[in-house]
């Protein structure tokens, strides 16, 4: 599949079939992430990647937003090492995104679950959680998980209609052509 037509069908897709995703498929998505940009190319990315089925429905109990995992027959955890770069949160964030538009090209449905500065409950960070179910090392911080997938929802394409020019400034912010 051609870039940009990657880019428009990427949606969050949060249902999944029951299909597992063939391990090729997995190796792919991974490489992607590992071509991803770093600050400095200190590359501090971990990826937790998880297909047992109970542990997958225990992260869909990280918080109400990764409920969505339920049905997920594959997650990544997208971590990064702050020990090795201060500017983690960036790689893996970007990391992420190369892991959710490898999936899109591969025709697989992937959504981020936000995991970084939220809660699990009133006393436990959604971090906290993750890191105790997958025995994650302290410095080894928790940014996201992404559910992956065979889709079981149709989603429509990005449009043009959603490219906001007027956010777009040229040499000054307020000059929009
Ligand atoms: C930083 C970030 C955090 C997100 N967290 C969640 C989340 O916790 N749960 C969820 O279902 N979707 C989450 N999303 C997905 C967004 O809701 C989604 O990207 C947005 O609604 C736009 O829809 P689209 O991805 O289909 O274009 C997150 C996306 C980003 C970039």
Same mark, same amino acid.
């Given at each position: 599949?051609?870039? !940009?037509? %990657? +880019?428009?069908?990427?949606?969050? @897709?949060?249902?999944?079939?029951?299909?597992?995703?063939?391990? $090729?498929?997995? *190796?792919?998505?991974?490489?992607?992430?590992?071509?991803?940009?770093?600050?400095?190319?200190?590359?501090?990315?971990? !990826?937790? %990647? +998880?297909?047992?089925?109970?542990? @997958?429905?225990?992260?869909?109990?990280?918080?109400?937003?990764? $409920?969505?995992? *339920?049905?997920?027959?594959?997650?990544?955890?997208?971590?990064?090492?702050?020990?090795?770069?201060?500017?983690?949160? !960036?790689?893996?964030?970007?990391?992420?995104?190369? @892991?959710?538009?490898?999936?899109?090209?591969?025709?697989?449905?992937?959504?981020?679950?936000?995991?970084?500065?939220?809660?699990?409950?009133?006393?436990?960070?959604?971090?906290?959680?993750?890191?105790?179910?997958?025995?994650?090392?302290?410095?080894?911080? @928790?940014?996201?998980?992404?559910?992956?997938?065979?889709?079981?929802?149709?989603?429509?394409?990005?449009?043009?209609?959603?490219?906001?020019?007027?956010?777009?400034?040229?040499?000054?912010?307020?000059?929009?052509?």
């Amino acid at each position: 599949m051609e870039f !940009f037509e %990657v +880019v428009k069908k990427r949606r969050s @897709i949060r249902r999944y079939q029951k299909k597992k995703v063939p391990k $090729e498929c997995v *190796e792919k998505i991974l490489e992607a992430a590992f071509y991803s940009p770093s600050s400095r190319n200190r590359r501090p990315w971990h !990826f937790v %990647v +998880v297909d047992e089925e109970g542990l @997958i429905k225990k992260l869909a109990q990280t918080r109400p937003a990764l $409920e969505f995992l *339920e049905t997920a027959p594959l997650a990544i955890v997208v971590c990064g090492d702050e020990e090795i770069s201060s500017a983690w949160v !960036f790689d893996a964030s970007i990391a992420a995104e190369h @892991i959710q538009l490898a999936a899109t090209a591969l025709g697989l449905g992937a959504c981020w679950g936000h995991v970084l500065d939220r809660m699990h409950n009133e006393e436990r960070s959604a971090e906290d959680y993750v890191r105790e179910l997958l025995g994650i090392t302290d410095h080894i911080r @928790i940014l996201c998980v992404i559910g992956i997938g065979y889709p079981a929802e149709e989603k429509s394409k990005h449009s043009e209609k959603e490219v906001m020019w007027e956010r777009v400034h040229w040499n000054g912010f307020g000059h929009n052509l």
